[in-house]
């Protein structure tokens, strides 16, 4: 059977420890079939010029070197050599430092004088066995990372490329739809109405998805400026007053007088309350469906709640609604969805510094809460206006 073989730099400069270390290793090719190659080096600077010139499968270090002493050293094998374990070598009264070298670093530490072959070996193998596993960890984890990049570039480049043809069904729809073509029956005119409702859909499935890329990615540009969310939220509301209309639904907003200021995105707050407003239209009863939305002054925070009358989620699932791709089994075959507008909706806020959450009871309804910081640039003018207005 053929041994394994290892090299190993030594780095100490007491000559007479060398020797034990060294003997210590020979005896280990006997008895486990194990050999090692060592080489030594006196002083941290030679160590560190022999570990850029090649790589050893573990290094033993002495922390009392004649150019560096203590946990010093530690750090500085590491930055030169990421790869090979680093055992340190500590005398019987230097245990605490062992740890301490651990804590910089080093991946174990051997009392001197324990050089119990086995011991030392035992230890070598098991740095060496660690760093391996650490080492196809990384790798594996770098791979991961560069799939993931691929796969957003992916999906960026088809979502684009997918936008233009789809503009295109949807000018010659509308141009068809609004007589451009001349007369239709109407038969052609509910199945052209019943193509743009999907185009529109489609078009929403795209956007999503360039979203979530560009939010993984790290590429979503937030543009904050202050605004009044109590308008904004009206004029939301106002924008779903039809379809709201036309399903039936009792849609109410309901805001305080006051200006609440927020320093945030626009379109992304539309984003989200349309999402929001959204879902619960999907969620709804068929009959005595009620939606209403609420604005709230919290002090330094503003809320806005969306609440539904609809068939509500179940504690179970509410964990897991703002994750994305996550649709709920018992509403998921009803209706349509990609199962990323609410995890979407969580990071656009999370980014402005907001929390986003839901209550909710089964068959009774849910309302999704989201809550921003009130503008600090708009409080800063009042509390001057005040200060002003004492003097
Ligand atoms: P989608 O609506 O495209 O499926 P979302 O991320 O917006 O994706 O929502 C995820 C899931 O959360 C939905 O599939 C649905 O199961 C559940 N959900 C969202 N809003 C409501 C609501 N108002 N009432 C009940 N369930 C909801």
């Given at each position: 059977m053929e041994s394994m073989k290892y090299t190993v730099l030594l780095v100490d400069d007491e000559k007479l420890d060398q020797r034990l270390t060294i003997q210590a290793l020979a005896k280990v090719r006997f008895t486990q079939r194990i050999q090692f190659k060592v080489e030594t080096a006196e002083t941290l600077s030679e160590a560190i010029r022999l570990l850029g010139e090649k790589s050893y499968d573990v290094i033993l270090l002495d922390l009392g070197l004649p150019d560096s002493q203590g946990l010093a050293s530690v750090k500085e094998v590491r930055t030169a050599n990421l790869q090979s374990p680093v055992i340190v070598l500590t005398g019987l009264a230097d245990e605490e430092l062992g740890l301490e070298a651990i804590k910089e670093g080093a991946d174990d530490y051997v009392i001197k004088g324990d050089y119990l072959e086995h011991v030392l070996v035992r230890i070598i193998r098991y740095a060496i066995k660690r760093k391996e596993v650490e080492e196809k960890l990384r790798r594996a984890n770098e791979k991961l990372k560069e799939d993931d990049e691929l796969k957003n570039e992916f999906i960026s480049m088809v979502s684009h490329e997918l936008r233009t043809p789809l503009s295109i069904f949807k000018n010659v729809i509308s141009n068809a739809l609004a007589g451009v073509f001349g007369q239709m029956s109407r038969k052609l005119r509910d199945n052209l109405d019943m193509m743009d409702e999907n185009v529109d859909r489609l078009g929403r499935i795209i956007d999503n998805f360039l979203d979530i890329s560009k939010i993984e990615a790290g590429r979503m540009e937030i543009n904050r400026l202050d605004l009044n969310l109590s308008t904004l939220v009206c004029e939301v509301v106002e924008s779903f007053r039809r379809f709201a209309e036309d399903k039936g639904v009792e849609l109410q907003g309901v805001n305080p007088e006051a200006e609440l200021i927020v320093n945030a995105d626009r379109d992304k707050i539309i984003q989200v309350l349309t999402n929001l407003i959204g879902n619960a239209m999907k969620y709804v009863?068929?009959?005595k469906a009620r939606i209403s939305v609420y604005v709230k002054d919290l002090g330094n925070e503003v809320e806005v709640d969306v609440e539904d009358n609809g068939v509500g989620i179940d504690k179970d699932d509410i964990g897991k609604?703002?994750?994305?791709f996550t649709r709920i089994e018992k509403t998921a075959a009803e209706t349509h969805g990609t199962g990323l507008g609410l995890s979407i909706s969580k990071q656009l806020i999370e980014m402005q510094d907001g929390r986003i959450w839901v209550e909710s009871t089964p068959e009774q309804g849910s309302t999704f809460c989201f809550a921003l910081p009130k503008s600090k640039t708009k409080e800063q003018s009042y509390n001057r206006e005040k200060q002003d207005s004492v003097v």
């Open positions: 009863p068929a009959r609604i703002f994750q994305r």
